[in-house]
């Protein structure tokens, strides 16, 4: 039995004359031996977009392998495929791909390219040195509120209507807005959910090496290979989300208007503790405090005259929004 029922094929040629890096992507069925051809500047574009391996699912299902050179890597797409390769054995691909340049660049260290024991040891160092500077407690939260605090002044010093209503009827003018306060303010918690889920800023996931001889969906896969899980085609699978393309805070409420957490919700990654992002706790106090404390002070318009902006992300070293202005109007 083969790895994977479907197979794509990518080979990278420098053509020195010109100076100028092509690539070109065979993608074919193993069964009907159809191919399409694709050239383009920069193969870690292609490797590293979603929508480009959103496109490939539909023609070839939610897993496939894309070779580059003689290293196959496995796309996964879709919430299912995602969660059944990274949380059902999640030790078996805790490992990281790393290139020769980063290799030469970080040594195999540091905690996003480390793999094995050096990476466990960095992870427990870092997860040590966070909680000693306090997070997971009170006193880590009051650093937070208090930046917001300065952040709302900022605005000040320059200055959602049912955000504004609920903001209001939960909370004092001068109270301090805490993380627990997401359980007595659901739509607000469910905007700042909405705006992970629509605006990601990752491409795909970083990928992962299987350190084990392991099983995905049914396949066999071996120690060694790479798997790269499609983080953008869960975030915007039409079997997980009612409007995956359209901003919907209904996305997490309940039709009594309560809160609802969603598996599919997986901007930080998956796979229990591993690999997912370390500071993530930190990130979601920091995010609700941050977004809660400024529609509270300040209405967000457009300029006049301005009707709409671009959601399409630029490609950088994250998915980035296009620059734009915004008014910020003190309540």
Not at 20 to 26: C, D, F, I, Q
Not at 30 to 53: A, D
Not at 142 to 168: C, G, P, T, W
Request: glycine letters at 8%.
């Amino acid at each position: 039995m083969s790895v994977l029922p479907r197979t794509l094929a990518l080979y990278n040629n420098y053509i020195h004359g010109d100076d100028v890096l092509t690539t070109k992507l065979a993608v074919g069925s193993v069964n009907s031996g159809c191919s399409v051809y694709l050239r383009c500047m920069w193969f870690q574009y292609v490797l590293f977009w979603p929508l480009f391996h959103l496109q490939l699912a539909k023609t070839h299902g939610n897993i496939y392998t894309l070779w580059f050179g003689w290293t196959p890597v496995i796309i996964l797409n879709g919430y299912q495929a995602v969660k059944d390769g990274m949380t059902t054995h999640p030790e078996d691909v805790s490992g990281r791909m790393v290139s020769p340049f980063f290799r030469a660049l970080a040594k195999g260290k540091g905690i996003i390219l480390a793999s094995g024991h050096h990476w466990k040891q960095q992870r427990r160092f870092g997860i040590t040195t966070l909680r000693s500077l306090g997070m997971g407690k009170k006193g880590l939260e009051y650093r937070v509120q208090e930046e917001a605090s300065h952040l709302v002044e900022f605005f000040l010093n320059l200055k959602e209507q049912r955000d504004h209503s609920e903001l209001d009827a939960v909370l004092g003018p001068s109270q301090l807005i805490c993380y627990k306060d997401r359980r007595e303010l659901p739509y607000t918690n469910a905007v700042v959910h909405e705006i992970q889920r629509f605006s990601n800023i990752v491409f795909v996931g970083m990928p992962r090496v299987c350190v084990r001889n392991t099983t995905l969906l049914g396949f066999p896969i071996k120690k060694g290979t790479i798997i790269m899980p499609n983080i953008a085609s869960v975030l915007y699978d039409p079997e997980q989300w009612e409007t995956p393309r359209q901003f919907n805070p209904g996305h997490f409420l309940d039709k009594e208007g309560k809160f609802v957490s969603r598996e599919a919700f997986l901007p930080f990654s998956a796979g229990k503790w591993h690999r997912v992002c370390l500071g993530e706790h930190l990130a979601r106090t920091e995010l609700f405090i941050f977004f809660a404390s400024l529609l509270r002070a300040f209405t967000f318009r457009l300029p006049e005259g301005v009707t709409k902006i671009s959601t399409e992300p630029i490609l950088g070293g994250t998915l980035q929004p296009h620059p734009y202005r915004l008014c910020a109007i003190p309540r």
